[in-house]
C-alpha cells in the first residue's frame, strides 16, 4: 500500500529569505516578529564587542545564492534600527548589494542588548579571547554587571570570568605583540594578564615566541616576574613545529637563565652528535 500522507514543506513554500517567505513566518510565529528592513536604515552596535569582521566571503556567496538564512536582531532606535547580533551578515548583505534584510525587532534595554550579542556571539565562536574579555568588562564597568552574575548569564564558571575579564587590561600595544608572535590560546594570554607591570608583561611574551614555552613553563615564568617563586626553576626551551605535532621539542638546562646563543649551541652540539653515529 503506497502512503498518502506527505511530510515535510509544502511544494508552494520555497525555502529562501524573500518577503514572501518572511511574512509566512511572522504570521504564523508568536513573539518577536520578523520582518524586512531596509539596510539604509539599520546601524552597527558601537559597543559591539567583535572588532574584526573575518573574512566574509564565503558568506557573501552563501548570500547571493541562498539570500540570509537566519535574521539578524536589531534594537528600534527612533526611526532607525541598531544591530544587536548579525552584524557579519549585515555587511555581507551590504556588499552583494541587498537592500534589505530579515531582522528581529527586540525592544530591550541596553545592557540586555549587549548582553544578548554577547552570548550570541560566543556560542557562535565568532570571538577572539580579547573581544571576549572587552565584552565582559563592558558589562561589568558600563552596566555594573558583578562576576557572579555574569558566570550566571554566559554559563562559565565565575573564576573563569574573573580570569577572562582581567584579560582586558592588556595594553594594546601588547595585544599587538601577542598577535605577531601568533600567542592566541586563552590560558597563555591569562597568565600574560596576571602581572601587574607592562614591562613585565612584555618580557613574558617575548620569552613565550622565543622559546616556545608553553602554559605550565608559563606560569612559572609568570610567577617569578612577580616574585612570588620561591626558588629559581631550571630554564626549559620548548619548541612545536607550527604544521604539525609530529614531535615536540623540550631542553632543560640546569642553570636558570640561558640566552639563545646558549641553545643555538646546545643544538648543534646534539646534531653533531648525532651525525657522529652515521
Same mark, same amino acid.
Given at each position: 500500500?503506497?502512503?498518502?500522507?506527505?511530510?515535510?514543506?509544502?511544494?508552494?513554500?520555497?525555502? @529562501?529569505?524573500?518577503?514572501?517567505?518572511?511574512?509566512? $513566518?511572522?504570521?504564523?510565529?508568536?513573539? /518577536?516578529?520578523?520582518?524586512?528592513?531596509?539596510?539604509?536604515?539599520?546601524?552597527?552596535? /558601537?559597543?559591539?564587542?567583535?572588532?574584526?569582521?573575518? +573574512? $566574509?566571503?564565503?558568506?557573501?556567496?552563501?548570500?547571493?545564492?541562498?539570500?540570509?538564512?537566519? *535574521?539578524?536582531?536589531?534594537? /528600534?532606535?527612533? %526611526?532607525?534600527?541598531?544591530?544587536?547580533?548579525?552584524? @557579519?551578515?549585515?555587511?555581507?548583505?551590504?556588499?552583494?548589494?541587498?537592500?534589505?534584510? *530579515?531582522?528581529?525587532?527586540?525592544?530591550?534595554?541596553?545592557?540586555?542588548?549587549?548582553?544578548?550579542?554577547?552570548?550570541?556571539?560566543?556560542?557562535?565562536?565568532?570571538?577572539?579571547?580579547?573581544?571576549?574579555? %572587552?565584552?565582559?568588562?563592558?558589562?561589568?564597568?558600563?552596566?555594573?554587571?558583578?562576576? +557572579?552574575?555574569?558566570?550566571?548569564?554566559?554559563?562559565? =564558571?565565575?573564576?573563569?570570568?574573573?580570569?577572562?575579564?582581567?584579560?582586558?587590561?592588556?595594553?594594546?600595544?601588547?595585544? =599587538?605583540?601577542?598577535?605577531?608572535?601568533?600567542?592566541?590560546?586563552?590560558?597563555?594570554?591569562?597568565?600574560? =594578564?596576571?602581572? %601587574?607591570?607592562?614591562?613585565?608583561?612584555?618580557?613574558?611574551?617575548?620569552?613565550?615566541?622565543?622559546?616556545?614555552?608553553?602554559?605550565?613553563?608559563?606560569?612559572?615564568?609568570?610567577?617569578?616576574?612577580?616574585?612570588?617563586?620561591?626558588?629559581?626553576?631550571?630554564?626549559?626551551?620548548?619548541?612545536? /613545529?607550527?604544521? +604539525?605535532?609530529?614531535?615536540?621539542?623540550?631542553?632543560?638546562?640546569?642553570?636558570?637563565?640561558? %640566552? +639563545?646563543?646558549?641553545?643555538?649551541?646546545?643544538?648543534?652540539?646534539?646534531?653533531?652528535?648525532?651525525?657522529?653515529?652515521?
Amino acid at each position: 500500500m503506497s502512503k498518502t500522507k506527505r511530510s515535510g514543506l509544502p511544494d508552494t513554500l520555497v525555502m @529562501r529569505h524573500d518577503g514572501h517567505f518572511v511574512d509566512l $513566518i511572522s504570521a504564523r510565529i508568536t513573539g /518577536p516578529t520578523i520582518r524586512m528592513i531596509p539596510l539604509d536604515r539599520i546601524d552597527p552596535n /558601537p559597543q559591539q564587542a567583535r572588532s574584526e569582521l573575518g +573574512n $566574509i566571503e564565503e558568506l557573501m556567496s552563501s548570500i547571493k545564492s541562498r539570500g540570509v538564512l537566519e *535574521p539578524i536582531l536589531v534594537l /528600534p532606535r527612533k %526611526d532607525r534600527y541598531e544591530i544587536i547580533a548579525g552584524e @557579519r551578515r549585515y555587511v555581507a548583505s551590504k556588499r552583494v548589494g541587498l537592500r534589505e534584510i *530579515p531582522a528581529i525587532e527586540m525592544h530591550v534595554k541596553d545592557n540586555e542588548a549587549l548582553e544578548i550579542a554577547l552570548i550570541e556571539n560566543l556560542q557562535r565562536k565568532d570571538l577572539g579571547v580579547f573581544e571576549e574579555a %572587552d565584552g565582559l568588562k563592558a558589562l561589568v564597568d558600563i552596566y555594573g554587571y558583578n562576576h +557572579n552574575q555574569l558566570a550566571e548569564k554566559i554559563g562559565k =564558571a565565575r573564576s573563569t570570568i574573573t580570569e577572562i575579564v582581567n584579560v582586558a587590561q592588556i595594553p594594546k600595544r601588547l595585544r =599587538a605583540l601577542c598577535a605577531e608572535y601568533e600567542i592566541t590560546s586563552r590560558s597563555m594570554l591569562i597568565e600574560i =594578564a596576571k602581572l %601587574d607591570k607592562e614591562e613585565d608583561m612584555e618580557k613574558l611574551i617575548t620569552q613565550i615566541s622565543q622559546r616556545g614555552l608553553r602554559r605550565e613553563d608559563t606560569r612559572e615564568l609568570s610567577k617569578k616576574f612577580k616574585g612570588k617563586q620561591k626558588h629559581a626553576r631550571p630554564f626549559i626551551f620548548s619548541y612545536s /613545529p607550527a604544521a +604539525n605535532d609530529y614531535y615536540h621539542l623540550r631542553i632543560e638546562f640546569k642553570k636558570h637563565a640561558v %640566552d +639563545n646563543t646558549e641553545i643555538i649551541k646546545v643544538l648543534e652540539e646534539i646534531i653533531a652528535r648525532l651525525k657522529s653515529k652515521h
